[in-house]
């Protein structure tokens, strides 16, 4: 039996039972959730002080194959402080075509027998793991959507199918193949429900700012399982197979449209089936890290999820994003020193909330994106602002900061760094493109 990610309490303490978002322009009402701020978010390969996630520790296919006793003591000691996802093995990202062949051909041998029967010994020695350690999720694919991964599987099959990414004649293959026979080696092993859980991820959404990548997700999430491989889930829906959507590269991505997106996204899917949850497995990324913006990107993608998930009252379990690509970049610009910088601000148990309105800063001007929000225990202010364009200088031509507060701390992240930058809120100031400013303060 396969369980829906587990929703773990919020603290109530500070929970604010009604308040409102201010947020370039607009207004948003919804209930606060207070949970500390750094169980929304993951790092990838090593445990990071400002993340309560791992994606692929070790590195992505570490804990692929059955476990030694080696890797089983490795994966006992990550869940014993954090939550981690992982790769189970099969296709993963599909870039080689020698292991997609080799994955495929050895699935139809049996009809995927031998790797269900690989996946339940290692259901197994999860499950006899301590429950009260961090949760365990194994993720069925990397950017399944890309271009690279309908072209090795439509090379396996010799369709002659002309290839694209974000291709809907790829989704058979991906859950007959690898996603169902995944699903059913959890759900049918005797320890699944018995002990320490398995949570399913589906496998990441490639370039989800897309419209096309979202219809490819729509299409998918839809798909009803033939049964080739998996004859006890013929019949279901991908929506009811499993726990997590993931997603990369949407908030991001340097579009207006991100917030719609997510919102389309939530109201289709989440609670849909065993949907409980929708995650960013991948934000900021390479290409900006080596840049440097990994700092910048980071902050302003915290910021908006952060905002995001408060509006849609969504926990830790169900809402969380992970920074690829930290430890890029010069120095002072990567993700690792925004977000350390932030745990040194913030610490590990810090609470953000929304403000209600009368006490939000009220921003004027060109081309500005602002989020703020109250740290618990402290009752201080946090306030970012940033280009909502950022290859667009931003300009804030008023602030009436009221009680808001008075800034106490301020610094400006660009690519050339972090420096100690007071800005003046009454006449104004001007944001260059690609920078970030930081302020807490004192209500």
């Not at 148990?349 to 009220?362: D, G, R």
């Not at 420096?419 to 809120?425: L, M």
């Amino acid at each position: 039996m396969s369980i829906s990610p587990k929703v773990k309490t919020p603290s109530t303490k500070y929970t604010t039972p009604f308040v409102l978002l201010f947020s370039c322009g607009l207004f948003f009402s919804f209930p606060a959730v207070a949970e500390p701020w750094v169980n929304y978010l993951g790092s990838h390969y090593r445990e990071m002080p400002w993340a309560g996630s791992v994606r692929d520790p070790e590195g992505a296919g570490f804990f692929s194959g059955i476990y030694s006793a080696e890797k089983t003591t490795t994966l006992k000691d990550y869940i014993s402080t954090k939550d981690i996802i992982y790769s189970p093995g099969g296709l993963g990202s599909g870039r080689s075509s020698a292991a997609v062949d080799h994955f495929m051909t050895h699935i139809l041998l049996d009809f995927g027998k031998t790797w269900k029967d690989q996946l339940q010994k290692n259901v197994d020695i999860i499950a006899a793991m301590p429950a009260t350690s961090g949760d365990v999720y194994w993720q069925f694919g990397n950017e399944i959507n890309s271009r690279r991964f309908s072209e090795t599987i439509h090379q396996w099959e010799d369709t002659g199918q002309r290839i694209n990414a974000h291709d809907p004649t790829l989704i058979p293959y991906y859950v007959e193949y690898f996603l169902a026979p995944g699903v059913d080696a959890i759900r049918s092993a005797k320890t699944q429900g018995k002990g320490k859980n398995i949570y399913i991820v589906l496998g990441s959404l490639a370039a989800a700012a897309n419209p096309k990548a979202q219809k490819f997700l729509d299409e998918l999430l839809n798909y009803k399982v033939q049964g080739l491989t998996s004859p006890s889930l013929q019949g279901l829906k991908v929506y009811e197979l499993i726990d997590v959507i993931s997603l990369h590269y949407i908030a991001s991505a340097n579009v207006s449209s991100w917030r719609g997106s997510l919102d389309s996204i939530h109201q289709k899917w989440f609670q849909k089936g065993k949907i409980n949850a929708i995650w960013s497995t991948e934000e900021v990324g390479l290409q900006r890290a080596k840049q440097n913006q990994g700092g910048v990107s980071s902050l302003q993608v915290f910021a908006r999820y952060m905002d995001w998930w408060q509006q849609h009252k969504m926990t830790a379990t169900q809402g969380r994003t992970f920074f690829w690509g930290a430890d890029q970049g010069a120095s002072n610009t990567k993700t690792n020193d925004a977000m350390g910088f932030l745990y040194q601000q913030l610490g590990a148990s810090s609470e953000l909330v929304a403000l209600p309105v009368s006490q939000q800063p009220k921003l004027s001007g060109e081309n500005i994106e602002y989020y703020s929000f109250e740290i618990l225990p402290s009752k201080k202010r946090l306030l970012i602002v940033f280009p909502a364009d950022q290859k667009r200088s931003g300009k804030v031509t008023s602030a009436a900061l009221g009680s808001f507060g008075k800034p106490e701390f301020h610094r400006l992240f660009s690519d050339t760094g972090i420096s100690q930058q007071e800005q003046t809120y009454e006449t104004g100031f001007t944001l260059s493109p690609g920078s970030l400013q930081f302020v807490i303060a004192q209500p």
